[in-house]
T-cell receptor, first 112, second 116 residues
Framework: GNSVTQMEGPVTLSEEAFLTINCTYTATGYPSLFWYVQYPGEGLQLLLKATKADDKGSNKGFEATYRKETTSFHLEKGSVQVSDSAVYFCALSSYNNNDMRFGAGTRLTVKP | DTEVTQTPKHLVMGMTNKKSLKCEQHMGHRAMYWYKQKAKKPPELMFVYSYEKLSINESVPSRFSPECPNSSLLNLHLHALQPEDSALYLC???????????????FGPGTRLLVL
C-alpha cells in the first residue's frame, strides 16, 4: 500500500540556517505529493505540492522537488526564521486512494 | 479563498454528554473529511463524504456520528465518549472526491476536544 516515511525529529536550528527535512514515499501509480505545516495549536496548512515527476513546489521560501527515481520529496529552505517553528508533514494522495497518507511529522524549532 | 471553518475551537465534555462539532466550507468542494489527531501524531482519517454521501468510514466507533446536511456543512455528533477520545478533530475538504483524481485537501483549524 501507499506510505510516507519522514525523517525523525525534532530538528533544532539557529535562525538563518539551512533546512532539509527528508521524505520518501511508496506508492503505486503516480501520486501527488504535499507538504503541510502545523503551527502550535492550529490545523494543517498546505505549504506546497507537486503533482508529477520533476515538478518543484515552492512557497514562502520553502521548496521540494518530486523525484520519481528516488521516490523522494525533500523539503528545503535556505534560511529559516523563528516563525518557521512548527511541525511539518509530508503526505501523498494517489488517483485511486481513498485518503491522504501522512508521514509521522517532523517538529522544527528555530532559535534566535 | 481556501478557508474551512470549524466550531467550536475548544470543547470540554463529560462522558455522558452529547455534543456536536461543526465544519463549513464555501468553496464548492465536493468531498469533506473528518480526521482525528492525537498529540505528536499525524491526522488519522475517520470519515469521508463525497457528494454529501458517506463514502468512507474507517471503522470508527458508533459514538461518533457524522452528518452532512448540505454540500457546505459537515457535522460530527458525539455521544458517550471516552477520555481516550480527547484529541484535535480536523475537518478538511477537497474539490474532487477520492477515486476521481488527485486533489488537494484543505484543512480547518480544528476543534480541541477534552473528554472528562
Amino acid at each position: 500500500g501507499n506510505s510516507v516515511t519522514q525523517m525523525e525529529g525534532p530538528v533544532t536550528l539557529s535562525e538563518e540556517a539551512f533546512l532539509t527535512i527528508n521524505c520518501t514515499y511508496t506508492a503505486t501509480g503516480y501520486p501527488s505529493l504535499f507538504w503541510y505545516v502545523q503551527y502550535p495549536g492550529e490545523g494543517l496548512q498546505l505549504l506546497l505540492k507537486a503533482t508529477k515527476a520533476d515538478d518543484k513546489g515552492s512557497n514562502k521560501g520553502f521548496e521540494a522537488t518530486y523525484r520519481k527515481e528516488t521516490t523522494s520529496f525533500h523539503l528545503e529552505k535556505g534560511s529559516v526564521q523563528v516563525s518557521d517553528s512548527a511541525v511539518y508533514f509530508c503526505a501523498l494522495s494517489s488517483y485511486n486512494n481513498n485518503d491522504m497518507r501522512f508521514g509521522a511529522g517532523t517538529r522544527l524549532t528555530v532559535k534566535p | 479563498d481556501t478557508e474551512v471553518t470549524q466550531t467550536p475551537k475548544h470543547l470540554v465534555m463529560g462522558m455522558t454528554n452529547k455534543k456536536s462539532l461543526k465544519c463549513e466550507q464555501h468553496m464548492g468542494h465536493r468531498a469533506m473529511y473528518w480526521y482525528k489527531q492525537k498529540a505528536k501524531k499525524p491526522p488519522e482519517l475517520m470519515f469521508v463524504y463525497s457528494y454529501e454521501k458517506l463514502s468512507i468510514n474507517e471503522s470508527v466507533p458508533s459514538r461518533f456520528s457524522p452528518e452532512c446536511p448540505n454540500s457546505s456543512l459537515l457535522n460530527l455528533h458525539l455521544h458517550a465518549l471516552q477520555p481516550e477520545d480527547s484529541a484535535l478533530y480536523l475537518c478538511a475538504s477537497s474539490r474532487g472526491v477520492p477515486g476521481e483524481g488527485l486533489e488537494t485537501q484543505y484543512f480547518g483549524p480544528g476543534t480541541r476536544l477534552l473528554v472528562l
